[in-house]
């Protein structure tokens, strides 16, 4: 309760106010005086060497310049992300590492000059050089213009004291001079400093954008690589996830129908060797064997409904949810307005989706009522379940039934939102990709 009293405390003052002394603002300044003389650096080094392997490219002295310029692009781009990391906040990614085939130098050479991400990297120490010169020039000028003119009657003094005229001269000529010298003046100077003060940061982050476009655009991995990390990530998910489904398979028939089995097996050999001696008490053991029976065909029941009801697959969404539903503990209003079914990945997928957020609203939100709404919007499906409970649920906690339920749905290029307050209501949303039944 303390830290969320004091929160607003240092937002009291408008952001146009607050901006030219926040630590962003600095940071963002700090990152472009840095910028000018790094990129001045990386340019002319850039262009000379792979000017001059360029221009040797008819001996064989070039190719080694020009792959050893290409890897010093890339040296300049290691530290170009981590001065975007340190003072703009900007995580971009490394981009794939050169790897040659065979691991000797000309392998790696050719690794290289083939590399995509290598030529980014000298594209961005070409591009960035004359885009420094500019931001820095206009953030100098705003800077260096706005904090004087703000406190020039701090210092117009000096103007009378130690240059021998009476403030900053505005005009001037052979029998004319006006000077800012005049309490009205010197005002009106200092407001149009604090308009440059106030103005400059929003300036400045417009500038330093253009640099965090640069750098994750040219600096980071390719999209197809980006893409192939993303899906290798995703197959481990789904691996992952399918291991953890057997597991729990393994368990519960051990755990549950195996058990029931078992018991209902050494109760019929009782009977079996009762029957002809004491027939009551065999019928009473065959009695309680016919229960058992009955238990482990609801359990069996239960656990292939778990692994893919008949249900969905005979009649769909509608269905199969309407079910899930019923056995909710809390009412439950289920809307699915699909034009077509979805292909069976994708509709197992929702299907164990509102199951398993359904379970989480019977165990944990202490809700009265929930919905359940199922749609196709463009290429996705969308599904949400909202409930009017206590709220607090969150994807973020690493383990939690939410932040797997998360990983599933990303597997297959979805994404899970929750929107869950304190004090609720509780509202999931899921996107999954939607696949036409072939």
């Known amino acids: 309760m303390a830290a969320s009293a004091s929160a607003p405390a240092s937002h009291r003052l408008p952001a146009a106010v607050r901006a030219p002394f926040e630590a962003r603002t600095w940071r963002a300044f700090g990152y472009v005086l840095i910028g000018l003389p790094l990129s001045v650096l990386w340019f002319a080094l850039s262009v000379a060497f792979v000017s001059a392997g360029a221009g040797l490219l008819i001996t064989f002295l070039g190719v080694p310049i020009l792959a050893g310029a290409l890897a010093m692009c890339r040296g300049f781009g290691t530290v170009e992300r981590a001065r975007a ?33 290598s030529w980014r990297h000298l594209l961005y120490a070409i591009l960035h050089m004359p885009w420094a010169v500019f931001s820095f020039s206009v953030t100098v000028a705003l800077w260096g213009w706005g904090w004087s003119l703000f406190t020039y009657p701090l210092w117009q003094w000096t103007f009378p004291a130690w240059v021998g005229q009476d403030g900053i001269q505005l005009y001037g000529d052979a029998t004319h001079a006006l000077y800012l010298d005049a309490p009205f003046e010197i005002a009106v100077t200092s407001l149009v400093g604090l308009v440059f003060v106030l103005v400059g940061p929003w300036v400045l982050r417009g500038l330093v954008s253009v640099d965090r476009l640069l750098v994750s655009g040219l600096l980071g991995p390719s999209r197809l690589a980006s893409r192939v990390t993303e899906l290798e990530s995703d197959r481990g998910v789904v691996v992952d996830t399918a291991a953890a489904d057997l597991r729990r398979i393994e368990r519960d028939l051990h755990d549950g129908a195996q058990a029931r ?140 039934g939410l932040a797997g339920l998360a990983e599933r749905v990303g597997a297959v290029d979805g994404v899970l939102a929750v929107d869950s307050p304190t004090g609720g209501p509780t509202t999931v949303t899921a996107e999954l990709p939607w696949r036409p039944r072939a």
């Not at 900007?90 to 991400?117: C, H, I, N, Q, Y």
Request: glycine share 10%.
């Open 261 to 400: 089995l078992a018991a209902l097996a050494m109760d019929l050999g009782l009977a079996k060797d009762k029957v002809a001696r004491d027939p009551k008490a065999a019928a009473i053991l065959v009695d309680e064997a016919h229960g058992e029976v009955k238990l482990a065909l609801q359990e069996l029941r239960d656990l292939a409904r778990g692994i893919h009801p008949a249900v969905l697959t005979d009649r769909g969404l509608d269905a199969a949810l309407s079910a899930v539903a019923s056995r909710c503990a809390v009412p439950v209003s289920v809307d699915v307005d699909l034009p077509a079914r979805p292909a069976p990945a994708i509709e197992g997928i929702a299907y164990f989706t509102v199951s398993e957020l359904l379970t989480n609203v019977t165990r944990h939100a202490r809700a009265r009522r929930a919905w359940v709404d199922v749609w196709r919007s463009g290429d996705r499906l969308m599904l949400q379940v909202r409930d009017d409970g206590v709220g607090g649920a969150g994807a973020g906690a690493a383990g939690s």
């Open 85 to 117: 990391r340190g003072l703009l906040g900007l995580d971009v990614a490394a981009p794939e590492p050169v790897r040659g085939r065979t691991g000797g130098a000309f392998s790696w050479m050719g690794a290289v000059l083939k590399s995509g991400a």
